[in-house]
């Protein structure tokens, strides 16, 4: 019978702390990215330009239907060889993940913005608002509201397709994991480690989202 021991991991310590602490900065980056480009692609799908529709839904298809651990691997690999530009495997991370992220954000933010009455609009106009300045004061204050359980799944997502960044040898938590795994030589340990961390991070957030989900359907 196999003999637990996780007393020797603490040697490690200082190893698991940096690759949270970088998994953690990692999560904010291409959370904040995302939905910036979300937000943006979101805009083009519900732009009055066929043009621009028609490239904001390419990009949202693109990324959505292909996996993110291809989108990794291309983007450090083959991105470069095209575009003849230098990634390290730390920008290539935070480039796919963000435009991976930012589709899913969108169709959350197209989908959160559509939901709202069309009378808001109407309102706007009545007011003297540009569509624009409607959208920023009256629209996307109200959608943004439902959006936020939606949002903050597709977040708890993005905080774990951060594992993936370890087949570039990003030293995020996995990668640390990895390297602890190979030098104490108990895994078993070393992984149940990780997925405790993951766990302990996670979990309250899913608890929050789990209330705002409540709450948002007692209100409505």
């Not at 993951?198 to 948002?216: C, G, Q």
Request: with cysteine; charged share 15%; net charge positive.
């Amino acid at each position: 019978m196999y003999t637990w021991d996780f007393s020797v991991l603490w040697e490690y310590r200082w190893l698991f702390l940096q690759g949270l602490g970088l998994t953690v900065s990692f999560t904010v980056a291409i959370i904040i990215g995302g939905m910036v480009i979300g937000l943006l692609a979101a805009m083009g799908l519900l732009s009055r330009f066929a043009p621009i529709r028609a490239l904001a839904l390419m990009f949202t298809e693109i990324f959505r239907c292909t996996p993110v651990l291809v989108q990794l691997i291309w983007f450090y690999y083959a991105l470069p060889i095209l575009a003849g530009i230098e990634m390290t495997p730390i920008s290539a991370s935070l480039f796919a993940l963000s435009c991976y992220g930012g589709a899913f954000f969108a169709e959350i933010i197209r989908g959160g913005i559509i939901s709202i009455d069309p009378g808001q609009h109407e309102a706007g106009r009545a007011l003297g608002m540009t569509p624009a300045l409607t959208m920023r004061r009256i629209i996307l204050p109200q959608a943004m509201r439902r959006m936020i359980p939606a949002l903050m799944n597709q977040s708890i997502m993005q905080f774990k397709n951060t594992s993936l960044v370890s087949v570039l040898a990003v030293p995020d938590l996995v990668y640390q994991g990895q390297m602890v795994a190979h030098d104490s030589f108990r895994p078993l340990e070393t992984y149940t480690a990780v997925a405790i961390a993951y766990f302990v991070i996670l979990f309250p957030l899913t608890v929050i989202v789990r209330y705002r989900e409540k709450k948002f359907g007692v209100s409505k």
